[in-house]
């Protein structure tokens, strides 16, 4: 018997590109309710406890009310919102975020599903802190990226109307610049930094894509410690990983105005992560990824994969 999968908000940005890359899967059976019954919470709940797994593609307290609906029985989640990414009981669905995380996940009943700068954010940096380069209370500053779908549909109507002409901004917009992020408990603690980042992030007038950089000085690195061995560190942290790719280091003067494309990873549960040295002793860090790819739906495909004991890139583009 195929395992059944649902779901839950699959006409929403992320939900819609699962329910896409899953849709000629033949190796589960995905449960679908008529349009018209989508939003009726008695209909929803019968799909989410019929199925094997239920991926929710929800605003946080819808999210926290169908976890409400699994307790005592056999269904397992993957939660796609922000609700549930620092709560208890709950395993982050970041298999590559150290060796037993995969066993984890696929033991599961609860897994969350990472945010798409943390994800990011915490491949560059978490093997750093492991490895003793980087001390856990560093003084961290990251700035981001990302195409606008990462608002979702609110955000995609106003970026692609042509009345406020926003697709024909010839710069990135910052944005929560006076308040604290939401992504930033995630981002603490699954990096385990203890000195809070200064998080700048941006949106850019495309619609997919992302780039994340932490600028690392020198003064903030462990003695002795160089943009080299902080590349060998990520790379043999990475090696053998079917999604992370580490580039080489580049040649001084090898950059140039494409380099770093938040859009290189589009449509691909991909992720590139760079170490630039500087002469001076500092070192940036840039991962490239797709805010719906990685950074979500296709972070979603890789978990359900985990927890389904199927191979990780099944249903994956690529």
């Known amino acids: 018997m195929l395992p059944k999968v649902f779901i839950d908000g699959h006409t929403g940005t992320t939900g819609l590109r699962i329910h896409q890359w899953m849709a000629g899967r033949e190796d589960i059976e995905l449960l679908t309710l008529p349009e018209e019954l989508r939003r009726n919470p008695e209909e929803r709940r019968g799909q ?32 796609a919102s922000t609700a549930h990414r620092v709560a208890e009981g709950w395993t982050y669905g970041l298999p590559e975020l150290q060796p037993d995380q995969r ?10 599903n990472p945010g798409c700068y943390p994800t990011g954010f915490t491949l560059l940096v978490r093997p750093l802190v492991d490895a003793g380069l980087l001390p856990e209370d560093a003084p961290i500053s990251i700035n981001a990226l990302s195409g606008y779908s990462g608002g979702g549909n609110s955000l995609i109507s106003k970026w692609e109307d042509s009345e406020n002409g926003l ?3 010839p710069y990135e917009a910052p944005y929560s610049l006076y308040q604290r992020h939401k992504h930033i408990p995630e981002m603490m603690m699954y990096a385990q ?32 410690t160089t943009g080299e061995r902080v590349w060998e560190t990520l790379y043999d942290r990475y090696q053998g990983e079917q999604f992370v790719h580490v580039a080489h280091l580049p040649e001084p003067g090898a950059h140039n105005e494409r380099s770093y494309n938040p859009e290189a990873c589009n449509d691909s549960n991909r992720i590139q992560l760079h170490v630039v040295p500087h002469p001076s002793g500092h070192v ?35």
């Open 48 to 79: 989410v406890l019929e199925a094997d797994v239920a991926v929710l593609c929800l605003p946080d307290d819808a999210a926290e009310e169908v976890a409400g609906w699994v307790e005592g029985t056999d269904t397992r989640l993957i939660d």
């Open 103 to 112: 066993e984890a996940i696929h033991s599961a009943k609860l897994v969350s």
């Open 167 to 169: 697709d024909r901004l």
């Open 193 to 224: 930094v203890t000195s809070e980042p200064q998080f700048v992030p941006a949106v850019g007038p495309f619609r997919c894509g992302m780039r994340v950089q932490v600028p690392l000085h020198a003064a903030m690195l462990s003695p002795g």
């Open 284 to 318: 940036l860090l840039v991962a490239l990824l797709d805010n719906l790819g990685k950074g979500a739906c296709g972070a979603a495909i890789q978990n359900l994969n985990v927890m389904l004991g199927f191979d990780e890139g099944a249903g994956l583009p690529g």
